[in-house]
């Protein structure tokens, strides 16, 4: 039976789960063609079980005084080089199919940013939205208190993700530190005052651009004049946004779940700060833009359309930053119709296996997450680099590191891709060169 057939019999349910492995196990069968001793291994089998999975009950109480139970998780894929690092999400969307992809993408990610770092995810269904910071900290110590058993400077490191910011990691450091009495780096995001990085939150976002900028000199090109969407509002798209604008680029779209704005006049530093303001300190909704700056348009979601406009506009670069699978095969062929060259995820797996079909056929460069995404979690490593030394590295000694850390991941898909016969094809380079890393230090360690 095929690998993929025997997951989906074990964990019928668990379709974001089956899609990341699918990704994977298709690019790397030419290197499990040539090296048939991964297939006696059983390297597929054993990279795409969780070493561990860890699901606990989160009971807090509301300001009100009323008890909620929210499912808290963690889940750590493969240690193989180094100790599990990986987010934490808390969101209503979250269930253990969309923490095992998400683990499972982590692994190879992490394998790429040259650091020694395995893969991990966590974290639990509770909605932060509409909470107030005294119930987010009860929610997070609640959580703390059962995930500090399994978590540990040599074990895992978590991060913050969707729904966990540095307020979060602030509680739920704080939690670790009382019931384990030791100050130790076992969070990364932290506050910069208590042994946190510089350029950590712009990480995600700068990397993905670094990436593509990388990916433009491939066809000698720049961002210089280029026409940019970008999805989402969070952090990793705002620091995308801040870094294309500085590198030159036109950002014309911003998006949350309640819809998108479009500015024909292009998303410039001083419209950046209010968006920052707005999300990042008044936790409003996008819409508030086309309130505050009328030349734009605002679209709400409609459910009833089978695209997404925001990727229906003319456009030279594509920035999905939002969540998974928000690009299918009819925004693809949008992107395409419009002119676009470059598709780059900011997000984790935002585009779906028909849509990446379209950039590759229609010679669209296209940058899959585990590669173009893996700023964050570089950064996340120079953190931990940082608290082991007792050191804090200045903002441009971060920004160079993670700078070349991102140059070396582009070389690196390149090299593997070619290697394979697959010259420019980023996404069967990112996996291969991720996986055959992965699967030679857990053939060094044995049958473990």
């Known amino acids: 039976m095929d690998i993929l057939d025997t997951i989906k019999a074990r964990d019928p349910n668990e379709n974001e789960f089956h899609q990341a492995v699918m990704e994977v196990t298709e690019s790397v069968r ?7 001793e991964f297939r006696k291994a059983a390297i597929l089998e054993r990279i795409t079980e969780p070493e561990r999975v860890v699901m606990f009950r989160v009971p807090w109480m509301d300001d009100q005084g009323q008890i909620h139970v929210n499912r808290g998780y963690r889940i750590g894929m493969n240690s193989a080089i180094g100790p ?63 995930l500090y058993r399994h978590i540990g400077p040599d074990t895992d490191v978590p991060a ?84 294309i604008i500085e ?43 086309a309130e505050k700056y009328p030349q734009a348009v605002y679209t709400a979601v409609d459910s009833t359309l089978n695209y997404n406009p925001l990727w229906n506009h003319a456009a030279d670069c594509a920035f999905p930053c939002a969540t998974q699978n928000e690009i299918d095969q009819k925004d693809a062929t949008h992107l395409a119709e419009n002119g676009a060259m470059l598709t780059c995820e900011g997000a984790n797996m935002p585009c779906t296996p028909a849509a990446i079909d379209v950039f590759l056929d229609k010679k669209i460069l296209y940058a899959p997450g585990k590669a173009s995404n893996a700023g964050g979690v570089a950064v996340s490593g120079l953190e931990m680099a940082q608290n082991s030394m007792r050191l804090a590295w200045t903002r441009e000694e971060v920004d160079n590191r993670l700078k070349t850390i991102m140059k070396s991941i582009h070389s690196t898909c390149l090299d593997a891709a070619a290697d394979f016969g697959q010259d420019g094809n980023y996404m069967i380079g990112a996996n291969i060169a991720g996986f055959v ?12």
């Open 247 to 289: 590198l030159g680029g036109k950002v014309l779209t911003m998006s949350d779940s309640s819809g998108y704005i479009f500015d024909e006049e292009g998303i410039d530093a001083k419209k950046l700060a209010f968006v920052m303001r707005l999300k990042n300190v008044r936790r409003g909704r996008i819409k508030e833009y």
């Open 84 to 146: 599990y690092k990986g987010g934490l999400r808390f969101h209503p969307s979250v269930t253990l199919s969309i923490l095992k992809f998400l683990a499972f993408e982590q692994v190879f990610k992490n394998a790429l940013t040259t650091l020694a770092m395995g893969g991990g995810k966590g974290g639990s269904d509770f909605d932060p939205k509409g909470k107030s910071d005294n119930e987010v900290m009860r929610f997070c110590q609640a959580f703390m208190s059962e």
């Open 30 to 36: 030419p290197v499990l063609d040539r090296y048939p």
């Open 437 to 448: 890393k992965v699967v030679n230090a857990m053939l060094d360690q044995g049958l473990v």
């Open 160 to 243: 913050g993700d969707i729904g966990v910011g540095a307020r979060e990691i602030g509680f739920l450091f704080g939690m670790y530190k009382k019931l384990k009495n030791e100050f130790t780096g076992v969070l990364t995001g932290k506050g910069l005052g208590w042994g946190g990085s510089l350029i950590r939150p712009e990480a995600t976002g700068y990397g993905a651009v670094y990436f593509a900028a990388e990916m433009l000199a491939t066809r000698n090109e720049t961002f210089e004049g280029k026409k940019c969407l970008v999805s989402g509002s969070g952090n990793v798209a705002q620091y995308a946004v801040e870094k």
